[in-house]
């Protein structure tokens, strides 16, 4: 199995992470990703609370296999108690990201616990290690759900790589094994995938949103925050989200001093989340959905990427 010094040193056979997608990654998916090898991450974002997140723990309590929670951080500063019940279930990882205090980062090592944070470009990377930070994602532009869209990740991955002094995991647009061989050969410590891990099984979508996934090709998505602000979520404006491109998308991507005063279009999405309409609701996606052909389970996304990369890597060994 392919295997790097962080990955070995975190107790787990593959380095693949699942990201911590909130509404996606809850306990039985990072269950089933940790079982298989990975290092499988419960994720609450900003509609996450210390019940929600004690609910999906119970995927987790007797894994016997290491595993990761992630956090907003302006969330957890709005709610103390969802830091706490995190840091009591004393995950391998905790990574709070989104945020600038860094306060949290004490209280991880206080509890022995690794910290971790996404960030988009290498000033944030170099403040987040001043902060105590032991480990760094490099959240590519190119990767789905909330994040700054500041720098492809390839060009941001070998800038950390060149720059800071703490493993750097690569995420953004990696969804085969050819996309994990490039960001390991790069000297990536591991992946941290979110979309491909969406259709799996275990996940918290539907079937109708997997479905919608599945139908998606590489174009198909946009940064934008129409739908954050059509249903109130504060996120900042420096953090939009890639999301699938849908007639909602497109009508008010561009006019969002008129949306934020058009009830009308708030209500209409919300009727559309009920009922699952994705020609107007969300889902986030980053650029390798083009990639996901098929409903899978966790143990076989990972099978199929660590046997995909063990192939490229013989055949370039063996190249004259």
């Not at 951080?73 to 945020?99: H, M």
């Not at 909330?146 to 750097?168: E, I, K, M, N, Y």
């Not at 934008?224 to 998308?249: C, H, K, M």
């Not at 390798?288 to 063990?310: D, F, H, K, Y």
Request: proline share 4%.
């Amino acid at each position: 199995m392919l295997s790097t010094d962080w990955s070995r040193a975190i107790g787990i056979d593959v380095p693949i992470v699942n990201a911590p997608m909130g509404g996606v990654a809850g306990g039985a998916l990072a269950a089933a990703v940790s079982r298989a090898g990975g290092l499988g991450m419960i994720g609450m974002g900003s509609a996450g609370t210390a019940e929600r997140l004690d609910a999906e723990l119970g995927h987790v309590s007797n894994l016997a296999r290491p595993f990761g929670i992630g956090l907003v951080e302006w969330v957890a500063i709005r709610q103390p108690d969802l830091l706490a019940t995190a840091l009591a279930a004393n995950p391998a990882l905790l990574c709070v990201s989104f945020g600038e205090t860094g306060d949290w980062v004490r209280r991880a090592h206080d509890a022995g616990v690794v910290a971790a944070t996404q960030v988009s470009d290498l000033d944030s990377a170099e403040r987040a290690v001043a902060a105590g930070v032991d480990v760094v994602i490099a959240r590519g532009a190119e990767g789905g759900g909330h994040g700054q869209p500041l720098v492809g990740t390839l060009p941001l991955l070998t800038a950390l790589l060149d720059r800071v002094p703490v493993p750097v995991l690569a995420g953004g647009g990696i969804g085969s094994a050819r996309g994990l061989a490039a960001v390991l050969a790069a000297g990536a410590s591991a992946a941290w995938l979110g979309t491909a891990f969406c259709a799996c099984t275990e996940s918290l979508l539907s079937d109708k949103a997997r479905d919608t996934m599945l139908a998606a090709g590489d174009t198909d998505t946009v940064n934008t925050r129409v739908f954050d602000i059509a249903q109130g979520y504060p996120w900042p404006p420096s953090l939009p989200e890639r999301v699938l491109r849908n007639s909602f998308s497109d009508r008010w991507d561009g006019d969002e001093e008129s949306l934020s005063v058009d009830s009308g279009a708030a209500a209409a999405l919300a009727r559309a989340i009920a009922a699952e309409d994705y020609t107007q609701a969300p889902i986030n996606a980053g650029q390798g959905v083009g990639e996901l052909t098929a409903v899978r389970s966790a143990a076989e996304v990972i099978g199929q990427l660590n046997s995909g990369v063990a192939e490229l890597l013989s055949r370039w060994a063996t190249r004259d």
